[in-house]
């Protein structure tokens, strides 16, 4: 019930560039650099949903900037918004890393990444940043979303919905499910814009949605519960298709998402699983 409600209220505050920061090549990126700095999985998700509020409040940040050198007419705003966004830009792999090295220190009893692996990275890559620098830009951070880093991923939907499941008796032994989720979890993590929109296609019936309708899904892309019950109604169909029917209705009972939604969710990641539109 309390995930539900932090659900609802994220979904009802959603800024207009909610997902703009989870680009596949972005994603990959923090995937990649929390494999080798051997994190827990719940890690990797929290860097990506860091950054992408971290990286929201920068550019909200720099339109504010904007308007009011507008609105008190000083001279060379087109150089001031170039600046700022150059500023943003340069720093951006800095900035991933410093989530990275935040979402570490939430789980205590995992690795964290200090500042002397963070920086050996970094100037593995030609940067020469200092360990003041690193630590200014944890706190630069922790500043902007102020303080409030530990929020919940799709990985915590995730494993709340299958203890529930392994509670109300699911016949599908709930390990080797949650092993299926991690896979298909990060799967979809990886192609998510080819998943929602795919999903917008069959929700709206038109393989042309306009973009009054793609703003308006922008709410469906951003819907964790959906995305939790997704990834285990296709796990579960992976597994054992046997049982799949029975986890839905599980899925549906516990969260009130339609069988339907589910099986249109399940349809459009097992679409790009196997890359091909065969039902």
């Known amino acids: 019930i309390r995930l539900a409600a932090e659900n609802e ?17 972005v994603v990959e990126f923090v995937f990649l650099l929390s494999e080798k700095w051997h994190l827990d999985q719940s890690a990797r998700y929290q860097a990506v949903e860091i950054l992408e509020r971290f990286m929201i409040k920068q550019v909200e940040q720099m339109f504010k900037s904007s308007r009011e050198a507008r609105k008190s007419g000083e001279q060379g705003q087109g150089k001031g918004w170039s600046s700022r966004k150059d500023a943003i830009c340069e720093t951006f792999v800095l900035r991933l890393v410093s989530c990275i090295q935040l979402a570490s220190k939430l789980s205590l009893h995992y690795t964290i990444v200090n500042s002397d692996t963070a920086l050996k990275f970094l100037q593995s890559l030609k940067y020469s940043y200092t360990k003041q620098e690193l630590l200014e830009s944890e706190l630069a951070i ?18 709340l919905l299958l203890e529930v499941l392994g509670h109300n008796g699911c016949l599908l032994p709930v390990k080797p499910l949650h092993e299926m ?17 795919t999903l917008l296609k069959i929700a709206i019936e038109n393989s042309t949605p306009s973009q009054l309708q793609v703003a308006k899904f922008l709410a469906v892309k951003e819907d964790f519960m959906l995305l939790a019950v997704g990834i285990i109604s296709t796990s579960a169909f992976i597994l054992n298709p046997k049982h799949w029917n029975q986890v839905v209705e599980h899925l549906n009972c516990i969260t009130g998402i339609t069988s339907q939604s589910i099986l249109e969710f399940s349809y459009a990641v097992l679409t790009h699983i196997i890359g091909s539109t065969t039902p």
């Open 181 to 197: 989720c991690m896979h298909v979890l990060d799967f979809s993590y990886l192609t998510r814009d080819a998943i929602y929109d």
């Open 142 to 159: 922790l500043k902007a979303l102020h303080f409030q880093i530990n929020v919940s991923t799709p990985l915590t939907y995730v494993e």
């Open 9 to 25: 209220r994220h979904l009802g505050a959603l800024p207009r560039q909610a997902g703009r920061f989870k680009e596949a090549p």
